[in-house]
């Protein structure tokens, strides 16, 4: 550098064309980016949108921001001409040309309407009243068109990456909310009659509202990345979107039960039916037999057996009435209640049986055990025993009477065993005592 002029030392030739280079690669790197973001897809759906909330808000700045971007290029462009023309003048740029390149090149050189710069809405670029006009160097254009420009392109990327993910998304989910709302009607699941119905007429509404909203306020359904500051740091928020699919999932489910239900509906009535029918013949069995206990067998008390549950069979009649109607969205609940019921009640008819028949059990064990020990002694050649034969038709004589006590019964079946096991030399029974009458004397 040379002499000092009023920006400071003057540049030499050299500088200035090392400085005439770099603002030439930057302004071809302005200007291509700013064709991109004019042709930006994200954009040009901003220009032609019905836009409300933070996305109007911010569209009308960032409109303001590209309008002065481009005013501030123009501006850096004119100046960046003017000053390869000085420098074209001659091969060997005079003094006083580098004094003008230098006051162009460093200086506050480039003069920039007020108006002009008052349609950018942009706080951070601005402050204070407007100007009639504003002067900046070359640097300055630069900074202020890099800082406007990352901002414009933050806006429109976020906007554009909410639009190309979530109207999509909606729309395909809103599909299969169509198709689920056809097949929950085939199964007569619908509003006002069944949760399910219901909830597919919320989940319709929300994303209806959803996509609305997403189409016309983007930014609101933007979530930026923390530390980022990258444009277009971020990722399109979801929440809404992904409760309500969760929701849909759920109500798809129901409607796959239901559908079920009518594939199996006949064949588990006719089950149920079964069911209930064995349990009635088993509780009419258990009557029976109780009837049966009380004329054969004395001093017993016999459990009283109940009648079938009238409400189980009014229910299976309103089963397969809701089956003729095609009702399955209520059917698939009764039908479940009715098959934990019904092996219930199968159940308590079967311990009712046993609980009855105990007596008559009893009374065949004895007889058996009676019979056992006869044959026996038979095979041990003491079958014209006098004791045994004396016991032993006592025994039978109970056991074959009616009506029967099976305590004094059980006491004779006793005295034959015992007089049974000392004749063959066997050991006494164990846990059971021998009846005083059970004892050989010198006489017996």
């Not at 901003?46 to 501006?75: C, H, K, P």
């Not at 230098?102 to 309407?113: C, H, K, P, Q, R």
Request: glycine share 6%.
């Amino acid at each position: 550098m040379g002499a000092t002029g009023p920006t400071g030392p003057v540049m030499d030739r050299d500088e200035v064309d090392r400085a005439l280079a770099r603002l030439g690669a930057e302004h071809e790197a302005i200007e291509t980016s700013l064709l991109a973001l004019q042709d930006h897809a994200g954009r040009r759906l901003l220009e032609g949108a019905q836009l409300t909330g933070v996305t109007e808000e911010r569209w009308t700045s960032t409109e303001a921001s590209i309008t002065l971007l481009w005013t501030y290029f123009d501006a850096y462009t004119d100046a960046l001409r003017s000053a390869r023309d000085i420098r074209a003048r001659r091969r060997w740029s005079s003094r006083e040309d580098l004094v003008e390149l230098t006051e162009l090149l460093n200086g506050d050189s480039v003069t920039v309407a007020g108006s002009a710069t008052a349609t950018a809405n942009a706080p951070t670029l601005h402050s204070g009243p407007t100007k009639l006009s504003e002067r900046h160097s070359l640097a300055t254009l630069v900074d202020r068109m890099n800082e406007l420009y990352a901002a414009s392109l933050d806006m429109v990327v976020a906007a554009d990456a909410v639009w190309s993910a979530l109207p999509a998304r909606i729309d395909l989910l809103a599909a299969e909310l169509q198709r689920t709302r056809r097949l929950a009607h085939s199964v007569g699941v619908r509003p006002g009659e069944h949760p399910a119905g219901d909830d597919l007429e919320r989940i319709t509404r929300v994303l209806t509202k959803l996509r609305e909203q997403v189409v016309s306020d983007p930014l609101a359904f933007w979530l930026a990345a923390e530390g980022s500051s990258a444009p277009g740091g971020g990722r399109p928020d979801t929440t809404v979107y992904d409760r309500e699919a969760r929701a849909l999932e759920d109500v798809r489910r129901e409607i796959d039960a239901v559908l079920t239900v009518r594939q199996d509906a006949e064949k588990r009535i006719v089950r149920l039916r079964d069911i209930l029918s064995r349990a009635d013949r088993t509780l009419a069995e258990a009557r029976t037999a109780r009837g049966e206990v009380l004329a054969k067998i004395a001093a017993t008390e016999v459990p009283v057996v109940s009648g079938p549950p009238t409400v189980l069979q009014e229910q299976l009649a309103a089963a397969a009435e809701y089956r003729r109607q095609a009702q399955w969205h209520r059917l698939s609940p009764l039908l479940e209640s009715l098959e934990q019921k019904a092996e219930d009640e199968l159940l308590r008819a079967r311990e009712s049986l046993g609980a009855v028949t105990a007596p008559l059990a009893v009374r065949a064990e004895l007889r058996g055990r009676l019979d056992a020990y006869k044959a026996k002694v038979a095979r041990h050649g003491f079958a014209e025993d006098a004791l045994l034969v004396e016991r032993y038709e006592k025994a039978r004589r109970m056991l074959w009477s009616a009506p029967c006590d099976l305590r004094a019964a059980e006491q004779a079946v006793l005295r034959f065993q015992h007089a049974a096991a000392e004749l063959l030399g066997g050991p006494r029974l164990p846990g059971q005592g021998v009846p005083e009458d059970d004892r050989r004397g010198p006489g017996a």
